[in-house]
């Protein structure tokens, strides 16, 4: 009892002379300075309500008790009032639902704790027992203060902040001490005493922290702006605490009417309410709907455009590779929307039509869409964003659009997003359904066309610097081709002079020792300039027939003699038009990929047959394989190997050659399994029998 008079009496004497301190500063002098009258009267009321409570502690008297009560109310009135004109005064627009939901919610708080401390007084028990309601007065003008006190502080500009961060720090002690204080008592029927005779001290630790704001700037905060982020901390917060106020009352009445279990079960529904609370604050759901319920009904515009387009810049910007932007594209999408999932479609290189590049949370899908279909053509000549729930519901207002049966199917497909550079359609994003009901009215669809076409001009960037990339990797190719065909231009002139005096020194054994030293140095010279870069030339002269089986056997002597077995299964003799040498070049270095990726105990294998009136050639290897990434974005790109030697030619070089006799070349391949590199070339059988045909009916 001697430390709670104490702690009451330290309340009165400390905020009796900070009181006194201000009005010596002038601050009732001042005309029109509510901020500084608010500040002061809850000053004085917070003296009172020490004074007030040293006198019930020491005479016991009922009169004082409903003093120092309503004294304790009428300050955090005080508060509510103080922090309400910092939020007010500075805002533009204060015909908001929002703004005066808050000052309603403050008025209604202390109209509900003047009848609970009038019921207690007076001995009504109309809704359960009076002090008992005082008790659930208290906790949530604790709660609704710290409601307040957040949004003012999140709202605050940065230099603002410096002003109020000693106030904030100091009334968030001193409420969040009441807050479990009073909590404690609801759910316990029982108040903390330890706890309450300190309270007083408590609650002039704010006193310093206030003269510091006070000395730092006289009108506090220069500028506040209410958010739609702050509004949601805000109103998490609050919802929170009536969540709590809630489950106090549920656990006060289930302990008095449960008996002998009542503590028991009391703690149950405490310890099952807190579980409930925070399944509900993780839920991505539960958040995603109160955005949309504030942003709907609390703001002119559902977003924040600022932030937004910082966010989705930086989401843009944020990745360490370009095969990520993909992902990056889906996901600055999604998020705008609550959406949990999506899928980017672009066009891969040497392709008409539209495959999935990227996901984030959705399946893959082996569809593709070509570049001229009914959807392509739509959002190609409209740029619009296409809702599928709109579509299957009022097909209408798409024209005649007909949307392809693998997007109608795709499981959870919302939103198609165009990306749009210029006029151009480079690709576009499917969406899967938001977490939460999100009505896609004209400031969603304008929003997502706008981000749609920055991403595709961040995606264009990005192809446009791989292709500036690949011009400068060949540019400096071609410097060293040159350097290349100087040492080649040496030797040859080198092996010419060698050869011309061989007639006439032929026989000279010391001519003869000279000569074997030139061819090996010349050799060797060679060798050093094949390992600088492989020769990737057109040969001289047109295509003809190239036998197939024959160019797989000298493949196989050449893997023989480096040591290696090849297993060659050849079914029949097949012709194909090209160069023959090239093309024993292109299947050698595909093999020779094989055996390096495959260890010597493994296998590697190449087989040769008809398939769909074309050659196919197949080569496979239970070696260490590829990634689907690596085949998709890198492996028929120049200058991309997996090799720690090499420039990574060859790859480039056969997929650019095989397609330009018309073939194709496909590749699947597992890690840590095996690739298998099937090639389809076209047969020279068909214009030969084309030909004798001619020749007989001349």
């Known amino acids: 009892m001697e430390l709670t008079a104490w702690s009451y009496g330290l309340v009165g004497v400390v905020y009796t002379a900070f009181a006194l301190h201000l009005l010596r500063l002038g601050y009732l002098s001042s005309q029109h300075e509510w901020l500084k009258t608010v500040v002061f009267a809850a000053l004085v009321c917070s003296a009172l309500w020490g004074w007030f409570g040293l006198a019930f502690l020491a005479t016991s008297a009922p009169l004082f008790w409903v003093l120092s009560t309503l004294l304790d109310l009428l300050r955090y009135g005080g508060w509510f009032a103080f922090l309400l004109m910092l939020i007010w005064l500075n805002r533009s627009d204060k015909s908001s639902s929002g703004a005066r939901s808050m000052v309603f919610t403050a008025i209604a708080l ?198 937004e387009w910082l966010k989705f810049t930086h989401t843009l910007a944020a990745r360490n590779s370009p095969q990520e932007m993909g992902q990056q594209v889906v996901r600055g999408l999604a998020d705008m929307l609550e959406s949990p999932g999506g899928g980017l479609w672009t066009k891969n290189k040497g392709e008409s039509a539209f495959s999935q590049t990227a996901r984030w949370n959705q399946a893959a899908t082996p569809e593709k869409e070509d570049a001229n279909s009914p959807l392509c053509q739509f959002m190609a000549t409209s740029g619009w964003v296409i809702n599928l729930e709109e579509y299957r519901s009022y097909s209408r207002r798409y024209g005649t659009l007909k949307l392809p049966t693998w997007l109608q199917d795709l499981p959870q497909a919302w939103l198609v997003v165009p990306l749009m550079v210029g006029t151009e359609l480079i690709g576009f994003v499917v969406l899967s359904s938001a977490r939460t009901r999100v009505e896609v009215n004209w400031e969603v669809n304008d929003l997502l066309k706008t981000a749609g076409q920055q991403a595709a001009s961040f995606w264009a960037q990005m192809q446009a610097t791989e292709a500036l990339l690949e011009v400068r990797k060949f540019d400096s190719f071609n410097r060293m081709s040159a350097f290349v065909v100087h040492d080649l231009k040496n030797i040859v002139t080198q092996l010419s002079l060698m050869m011309k005096n061989a007639k006439r020194h032929g026989s000279n054994p010391e001519f003869q020792q000279d000569m074997l030293l030139t061819v090996e140095n010349s050799l060797e010279r060679m060798r050093q300039m094949m390992l600088q870069l492989r020769e990737g030339a057109t040969p001289p002269g047109k295509a003809f027939g190239v036998n197939l089986g024959t160019v797989i056997g000298r493949v196989a002597e050449v893997a023989k003699a480096r040591g290696r077995t090849l297993e060659a299964d050849v079914q029949e003799s097949i012709d194909t038009r090209g160069h023959e040498e090239r093309l024993e070049r292109i299947i050698g270095h595909i093999v020779q990929n094989a055996f390096d990726a495959t260890n010597v105990s493994g296998r590697v294998w190449i087989c040769l047959d008809r398939s769909g009136g074309q050659a196919r050639i197949v080569v496979g290897d239970t070696g260490q394989g590829m990634s689907p990434e690596f085949i998709r974005d890198r492996l028929f790109k120049p200058f991309q190997t997996t090799k720690q030697a090499g420039m990574g030619i060859g790859a480039y070089e056969s997929f650019q050659y095989v397609q330009e006799l018309g073939g194709r070349i496909d590749v699947t391949s597992e890690l840590d399994k095996g690739t298998t590199v099937t090639l389809l070339l076209p047969l020279f059988d068909t214009q030969k029998q084309s030909d004798l045909h001619a020749l007989e009916s001349t």
Request: hydrophobic share 55%; proline share 2%; charged share 15%.
């Open 110 to 307: 202390m109209a509900f704790g003047l009848l609970a401390l009038g019921f207690a007084t007076l001995g009504i028990n109309l809704w359960g027992d009076g002090a008992r309601l005082v008790l659930f007065s208290a906790m949530a003008t604790s709660v609704f203060a710290l409601v307040l006190l957040e949004q003012v502080f999140r709202n605050a500009t940065e230099d603002s902040r410096w002003n109020i961060k000693p106030l904030g720090l100091g009334l968030a002690v001193a409420f969040a001490f009441d807050l479990y204080l009073f909590s404690q008592a609801v759910l316990f029927n029982r108040v903390d005493d330890d706890a309450l005779s300190i309270r007083g001290a408590v609650h002039v630790v704010v006193v310093p922290l206030l003269m510091l704001s006070m000395s730092r700037r006289s009108d506090w905060i220069s500028k506040i702006r209410l958010s739609p982020k702050a509004a949601f901390h805000s109103a998490t917060l609050l919802l929170a605490g009536i969540y709590l106020l809630f489950i106090s009352s549920v656990g006060y009445y289930v302990r008095y009417f449960g008996g002998e279990w009542g503590r028991a079960l009391q703690l149950g529904v405490v310890v099952l309410a807190l579980i409930v609370l925070l399944v509900l604050a993780m839920s991505g759901s539960v958040r995603a709907s109160l955005r949309v319920f504030l942003g709907k009904h609390f703001f002119r515009y559902r977003y924040d455009y600022r932030e």
